[in-house]
């Protein structure tokens, strides 16, 4: 559960998240604090560049859609500063990439933070896990050994 103490993490593991479960997390928290839109969703392209073996030299792979959002929290922490929250998501869903936002912004403020990391980013983090584990039962399920036996040929 390391991962979402940092904002990096908890940004990644909301940009993954399935959205039916950040909708469970908006009713699980009750009425949340009023937002407005900095940046309103909106859908456009990235590029996604690769490197040959991993290591060698950066190539443009190719486009890739994504959604980004940024909104402003009512709410200002105890420093008197407004927050806002950042959500950028693979794909076409303004309202996941809304949802990462206000998520994002009141992962910032101290009254909301134990609270969403509980209600919501735990049980998005069991779920990834559970579906990984989940995944690599299938394919063990399926896993065929090759062994070669020593042939008395010479």
């Given at each position: 559960m390391n991962e979402i103490r940092s904002r990096s993490g908890w940004i990644s593991v909301l940009a993954k998240a399935p959205l039916p479960l950040l909708e469970q997390g908006v009713k699980s928290l009750g009425a949340l604090p009023d937002y407005g839109f900095l940046r309103s969703p909106e859908i456009g392209l990235a590029m996604v560049r690769g490197r040959a073996e991993g290591t060698g030299q950066p190539f443009n792979l190719g486009e890739m859609t994504i959604t980004r959002c940024v909104v402003q929290l009512a709410l200002t922490n105890r420093d008197g500063e407004t927050l806002s929250g950042f959500g950028y998501v693979a794909g076409r869903s303004p309202r996941h990439a809304e949802l990462a936002a206000v998520?994002?912004?009141?992962?910032?403020h101290p009254d909301w933070q134990a609270q969403v990391q509980h209600q919501v980013l735990e049980p998005l983090v069991a779920a990834a896990q559970a579906q990984r584990q989940a995944e690599a039962a299938e394919v063990e399920s399926t896993r065929v050994n090759f062994f070669?036996?020593?042939?008395?040929?010479s």
């Open positions: 998520y994002d912004a009141l992962l910032q070669t036996l020593l042939r008395g040929e």
